[in-house]
C-alpha cells in the first residue's frame, strides 16, 4: 500500500502517473489548510483538485476545477454584492453544496470526503489531513489573510513575511490518516508545495511523528527544477520560512529524519551529492510531468529508489 | 398607502396591475409558510415570485423563477443523489446562498429580504409575515408532509385531510408588518390561495387581529372564479377546511369580521347578493389577469370599491 501525502494540481497529476505503474493499494492524505468559507460553503481546493482528476472531471487545461464548468451562479451572485475574487463554477458548486449539506448534518469531513469520491468513482482512497478546521494564514504587505486571499486574490504578487497553519496546535489527523501512515509500504511526497500543501500536511500534530516513523521508506519528488518552482509560487513561500529555492535546499528543509529518497530533475543532476551527504538517497530524472507517461516514469523512478535500499 | 398580502404568482401578478394603476406607496406582505430547506439552502418560493415579478427577472411563461434560467447545478447536485422532487435553477440559487450567507452571520428574514428587493430595483416594500421558521404542513394519503412535498413533489394529486402552519403559535409578524396595516389607506388581499397564501399569512398571531382592527378597508379579489380557482389547486385546500370552491364561500370564510369589500368575476354576479348579504360589499368584473391592462383594471376596481363607502 502506498500513502501519497497531496497537494493539489501537482499531487493530482503525480496520482495519474502512479496509477499507471502500479496495482497497489494508495492512500491519498490531502491538504485542507488551504480550505476556505465562501458563500457560506465549505470550499476543499485540493482535495477537490485531487477528486476531479483522479475522476476524469477536472477542467484540463486550469488542472483544477470541473470540465465544462459555466459561472451561471458566480455572476448572479455578483449582482448581489458578493466577493468576485475566488469565482465557483456551477457544477463545482454542487460538491461544495453537497458537502456543506452532509458537514451541516454532523457528517465528518472524511465521510463527506468519500461519498464525493465515490460519486467520483475514484481509483484511490482520498483522506483530509484533518477533520478540524484548521487554516493558512500569511503575512504579507503588512496584513494577514487566509492563504487564498494571498494566492489567488494578490496572484501572490508580494513577498510573504510569515505564513502559519492557524489552530494547527488543536488538530488532530483524521481518522485513517495515521494508521494508513503506519501499514503503508511506501510513502511518497509527489512535487507539491513544501510549505503550504506537505509543509501543511506535517504541521498537523501526529502526522509529522507518524511519517517518520514509519517502517515504509519515505521518497519526495522535488516540486523545484533548476531553481525555480515546477509550477505555482512555492518560491514566494520557501523564502517565507528561509529555505533556498533548490531542490537541494528543499531536501534539507524536509531532512534524513523525515526522508529516505529524493528524486531531483536531470538538471539538478549535480546536487546529488550534497543531497546524498545529508544522508538522503537521491537520483536525478526527467522530472516534468507533461503527460501520462512522463508522469508514470517519475512515479516508477519514485517507487524504485524507496525500495533500491 | 396600500397593503398587500401576498402569496405568489396571482400576488405577483396582480402587484404589476396595481402598480399600472396608482402612484400611493405598496408594502407587501409575503407568504413564507412554502419556504423550504434544500440543499441546505432556505428558499422562499413566494417572496422570490413577487421579487422576480416585480424586479422584471421573472420566467415570465412558467410566472416563477428567473429568467433565462439554466440548472447546471441541479443536474450535477443528482448525481451526488441529491433530492431531484424540487429543482433549483442557477440564477435562482444565487438568491438562495445569498440569503443563506446572510441568514447564518445572524441578519433577519426581513432585512435579507429588503437586501434582495435592493438587488432588483424593487418598486414596492416587501416584508416577510414572519421573521421565524413556520411551515404549512399537510396530511394527505395517510402521511404528514411539508407543502411543498405535496404541492410540488406529488402535484397535488390527492385529497389533503388536514393543513396546518408549524410552530405558528410561537411566531411573531416580522417588523414592520403590524405598523403598516395599522398605517394603511387600504389593504388588499389579491387573487391568492385562501388556504396556503393569505390563510397562511393571517394564521401568525398577531396579523388576522391587525387587518381586522385596522382603520383602513378591507378589499379582496376572488382567487375562484365559476367555481375553479383561477390558477392553482386552490381547490385542494379549501376542500381540506370544509370551504366551498365558490367566490362566495370564500368571500363568507374571510368573513365580515375581516372583510370590507370583493370582488367577484362577471360570470358570478349571481352570488353578489349573498355576499352583500354577508355583509360584505361586493361587485362583479372581469377577474383574468390575461396582461398587465386586464389586471391593472380589476386594481382600479379594487380601490375603487374599498373607498367606494
Chains 1, 2 share one sequence.
Not at 523564502?239 to 537541494?248: F, K, N
Not at 529524493?262 to 537521491?282: F, K, N, R, Y
Request: glycine share 10%; with cysteine; charged share 20%.
Amino acid at each position: 500500500m502506498i500513502v501519497v501525502l497531496a497537494g493539489g494540481i501537482g499531487a493530482a497529476r503525480f496520482l495519474r502517473g502512479l496509477l499507471a505503474v502500479t496495482s497497489e493499494e494508495i492512500v491519498v492524505v490531502g491538504n485542507t489548510g488551504d480550505d476556505i468559507t465562501l458563500h457560506g460553503l465549505r470550499v476543499c481546493p485540493d482535495l477537490d483538485t485531487v477528486t476531479y482528476t483522479l475522476g476524469n472531471a477536472v477542467h484540463e487545461e486550469q488542472g483544477w476545477g470541473r470540465d465544462d464548468e459555466t459561472y451561471t451562479v458566480a455572476t448572479e451572485l455578483a449582482e448581489f454584492g458578493e466577493p468576485t475574487w475566488f469565482r465557483l463554477g456551477d457544477r463545482d458548486l454542487a460538491t461544495h453544496l453537497f458537502r456543506r449539506r452532509l458537514l451541516d448534518a454532523g457528517v465528518s469531513l472524511h465521510v463527506v470526503t468519500q461519498r464525493i469520491a465515490d460519486r467520483f468513482a475514484l481509483p484511490v482512497t482520498l483522506l483530509p489531513m484533518t477533520n478540524d478546521m484548521v487554516e493558512t494564514r500569511v503575512l504579507a504587505d503588512g496584513r494577514e489573510m487566509h492563504f487564498q486571499e494571498y494566492w489567488v486574490g494578490m496572484h501572490a504578487s508580494v513577498p510573504v513575511d510569515r505564513i502559519w497553519l492557524q489552530d494547527a496546535l488543536t488538530a488532530t489527523p483524521a481518522p485513517g490518516v495515521v494508521e494508513a501512515i503506519e501499514r503503508a509500504d511506501t510513502i511518497v511526497l509527489p512535487p507539491s508545495n513544501p510549505v503550504v500543501s506537505i509543509g501543511t500536511i506535517l504541521a498537523v500534530p501526529g502526522i509529522r511523528e507518524a511519517v517518520a516513523d514509519a517502517p515504509a521508506p519515505v521518497v519526495g519528488v522535488s516540486p523545484i527544477v533548476g531553481g525555480a518552482p515546477v509550477r505555482g509560487m512555492a518560491d514566494r513561500m520557501l523564502a517565507a520560512i528561509g529555505v533556498d529555492c533548490t531542490a537541494a535546499a528543499v531536501a534539507r528543509h524536509y531532512g534524513a529524519g523525515l526522508l529516505d529518497g529524493w528524486l531531483v530533475d536531470e538538471s539538478d543532476a549535480s546536487c546529488v551529492p550534497s543531497v546524498e551527504a545529508a544522508g538522503i538517497a537521491c537520483r536525478a530524472v526527467p522530472l516534468w510531468m507533461n503527460d501520462v507517461e512522463s508522469t508514470a516514469a517519475i512515479a516508477k523512478a519514485a517507487l524504485s529508489l524507496a525500495h533500491a535500499g
